[in-house]
């Protein structure tokens, strides 16, 4: 990344992928800010398709933004335990 700054629009454009096990997650589709402090806490994930994804979806993976690595130009390298990271809503 060139400089400190990116908008949350550049957030969703990039790769999330987990370097402790090469999973996979996708894109962020939204992010939990915390509203008194001003700062992201969770990237959040659509989780896997119901049913080959034929039924939507049931969960997210909420990916703790301390846990990322590296941030490049098209990807984002987080350190993160999968099966924790996915919540049913």
């Known amino acids: 990344?060139?400089?400190?700054?990116?908008?949350?629009?550049?957030?969703?454009?990039?790769?999330?992928?987990?370097?402790?096990?090469?999973?996979?997650f996708g894109y962020a589709?939204?992010?939990e800010l915390c509203q008194r402090e001003g700062k992201i806490i969770n990237l959040i994930v659509p989780g896997p398709g119901r049913l080959f994804g034929v039924f939507g979806r049931n969960c997210e993976y909420c990916i703790p933004w301390a846990a990322i690595k590296k941030m490049g130009d098209d990807i984002i390298l987080v350190d993160v335990k999968t099966k924790d990271c996915l919540k049913e809503f």
């Open 1 to 24: 990344m060139k400089h400190d700054i990116i908008r949350i629009y550049e957030l969703r454009q990039k790769e999330i992928i987990n370097v402790r096990d090469g999973t996979r």
């Open 29 to 31: 589709a939204d992010v």
